[in-house]
C-alpha cells in the first residue's frame, strides 16, 4: 500500500510539473504592429495623381498610394502648383507586402535647388523656423533651444511634458537664470510655407519668448 501511494504521488507530481491534462496552455503572443517606416527620397507626380517614389541612395521606382490623410498632395501641390513634376519628401509609410502606403508628410521642398538627399536627417524631435528675422528652435525631447542672428544667439529651456490637444501641441520650456525664464512653442497641425524657400511643413509655429512673438513653420 505504501508503494502504491508513493507512486501515485510521483505521478501527480510529473504532470503537475510537465502542464498536465488540467493544465491551461499560453495563449499566443501578439505579433507587434509594424511601426512607419521612415523615407526621404524624389517624387514624381502625374496629374491624374499618381505617385512615383524614389529613396535616396537608390534608383528603383516604387508606385505611392496617399490617403487624404497622409497630406502628401497637398505638399505635391503647395510646392509645385499642382499635382505635377518632381520634389523632395519625407514621409511615414507603410511598407507591408512591398505596397507604400502614405501616413504622414513630414516635410516637401522644390528641386530647383537640388535634392536634399546629402544632407543628414535632423536629430530632433521637433524643428521650427522662420524668416525676417531669423529665428529656430529645436526639441530633442529634454530640451528647447532657441537660436537667433543677434545677442544672445542661443538660450536653452528645460522642457515641460508636451501638451497635446486636438491639433494644437504647446511645449514649454524654463530655465533658472538670465532674465528671460519662459519659452513656449504652439504647434498647429496646418500647412505651412516659408516663403523663402518654396518648402512645404505640415505645422504653424508660433514662439513667444519674454516680450517677443515669433511665427514661422515646424516639422516633427
Same mark, same amino acid.
Given at each position: 500500500?505504501?508503494?502504491?501511494?508513493?507512486?501515485?504521488?510521483?505521478?501527480?507530481?510529473?504532470?503537475?510539473?510537465?502542464?498536465?491534462?488540467?493544465?491551461?496552455?499560453?495563449?499566443?503572443?501578439?505579433?507587434?504592429?509594424?511601426?512607419?517606416?521612415?523615407?526621404?527620397?524624389?517624387?514624381?507626380?502625374?496629374? !491624374?495623381?499618381?505617385?512615383?517614389?524614389?529613396?535616396?541612395?537608390?534608383?528603383?521606382?516604387?508606385?505611392?498610394?496617399?490617403?487624404?490623410?497622409?497630406?502628401?498632395?497637398?505638399?505635391?501641390?503647395?510646392?509645385?502648383?499642382?499635382?505635377?513634376?518632381?520634389?523632395?519628401?519625407?514621409?511615414?509609410?507603410?511598407?507591408?507586402?512591398?505596397?507604400?502606403?502614405?501616413?504622414?508628410?513630414?516635410?516637401?521642398?522644390?528641386?530647383?535647388?537640388?535634392?536634399?538627399?546629402?544632407?543628414?536627417?535632423?536629430?530632433?524631435?521637433?524643428?521650427?523656423?522662420?524668416?525676417?528675422?531669423?529665428?529656430?528652435?529645436?526639441? !530633442?525631447?529634454?530640451?528647447?533651444?532657441?537660436?537667433?542672428?543677434?545677442?544672445?544667439?542661443?538660450?536653452?529651456?528645460?522642457?515641460?511634458?508636451?501638451?497635446?490637444?486636438?491639433?494644437?501641441?504647446?511645449?514649454?520650456?524654463?530655465?533658472?537664470?538670465?532674465?528671460?525664464?519662459?519659452?513656449?512653442?504652439?504647434?498647429?497641425?496646418?500647412?505651412?510655407?516659408?516663403?523663402?524657400? !518654396?518648402?512645404?511643413?505640415?505645422?504653424?509655429?508660433?514662439?513667444?519668448?519674454? !516680450?517677443?512673438?515669433?511665427?514661422?513653420?515646424?516639422?516633427?
Amino acid at each position: 500500500m505504501i508503494r502504491a501511494a508513493a507512486a501515485s504521488l510521483v505521478l501527480v507530481l510529473v504532470l503537475v510539473a510537465c502542464g498536465g491534462p488540467s493544465a491551461t496552455p499560453s495563449p499566443p503572443a501578439q505579433a507587434e504592429a509594424a511601426s512607419p517606416a521612415r523615407l526621404r527620397g524624389s517624387l514624381l507626380a502625374f496629374a !491624374d495623381s499618381t505617385l512615383v517614389f524614389v529613396a535616396c541612395g537608390t534608383v528603383t521606382e516604387r508606385a505611392v498610394m496617399a490617403p487624404p490623410s497622409s497630406q502628401l498632395l497637398l505638399a505635391v501641390t503647395a510646392v509645385n502648383g499642382a499635382v505635377r513634376d518632381s520634389l523632395f519628401v519625407e514621409f511615414t509609410a507603410d511598407t507591408t507586402g512591398g505596397v507604400i502606403t502614405a501616413r504622414a508628410t513630414l516635410f516637401a521642398s522644390s528641386l530647383s535647388a537640388g535634392t536634399r538627399c546629402d544632407r543628414p536627417r535632423e536629430p530632433f524631435e521637433v524643428v521650427a523656423m522662420g524668416n525676417e528675422p531669423f529665428w529656430r528652435v529645436t526639441f !530633442d525631447g529634454t530640451q528647447l533651444v532657441l537660436e537667433r542672428p543677434e545677442p544672445p544667439r542661443e538660450m536653452v529651456f528645460d522642457a515641460d511634458p508636451v501638451d497635446t490637444r486636438g491639433t494644437l501641441t504647446t511645449i514649454i520650456g524654463r530655465r533658472a537664470l538670465g532674465k528671460v525664464r519662459e519659452l513656449k512653442l504652439g504647434l498647429l497641425r496646418e500647412s505651412c510655407s516659408d516663403g523663402m524657400s !518654396d518648402a512645404w511643413y505640415p505645422y504653424r509655429a508660433e514662439v513667444r519668448v519674454g !516680450d517677443l512673438a515669433l511665427h514661422g513653420c515646424a516639422r516633427r
